[in-house]
């Protein structure tokens, strides 16, 4: 997260660990290398999206998550926010249906600001 574990170090470099920020694990290998390939591609801040996202989905509503959902979200936040540069909108032909089937996770109220 922020500059990069590489930013200004050279080769061999020995981290300390008030120079970490965070630490994300995960435990299959699969996931590990499609996090890293991603990393690559994409902006830090999407990351930095979806772990609050993650973190208030399971705060508020208690819900337990596999690992790979952290990658997905990641990956669909970039996407999305890509389209939207590009003027490219694709409507939600669901709302209607997730607000009646899941009333109190699609309660306004509970949104974080921004939402």
């Known amino acids: 997260m922020g500059k990069g574990i590489g930013f200004?170090?050279?080769?061999?470099?020995?981290?300390?660990?008030d120079e970490v920020e965070k630490v994300f694990v995960l435990k299959d290998r699969s996931i590990s290398r499609s996090i890293i390939q991603l990393a690559a591609e994409i902006d830090s801040v999407y990351f930095e999206?979806?772990?609050?996202?993650?973190?208030?989905?399971?705060?508020?509503?208690?819900?337990?998550?596999l690992d790979h959902i952290y990658l997905s979200l990641v990956d669909h936040l970039a996407f999305a926010v890509r389209r939207m540069e590009q003027g490219i909108e694709v409507p939600n032909f669901y709302t209607a249906d997730?607000?009646?089937?899941?009333?109190?996770?699609f309660r306004q109220d509970s949104m974080p600001l921004g939402w």
């Not at 999206?49 to 998550?65: H, P």
């Not at 997730?98 to 996770?105: D, W």
């Open 49 to 65: 999206i979806g772990k609050n996202v993650i973190d208030y989905a399971k705060e508020t509503f208690g819900m337990k998550l």
């Open 98 to 105: 997730m607000q009646r089937f899941n009333p109190t996770s």
């Open 8 to 17: 200004h170090k050279a080769t061999g470099y020995q981290f300390g660990k």
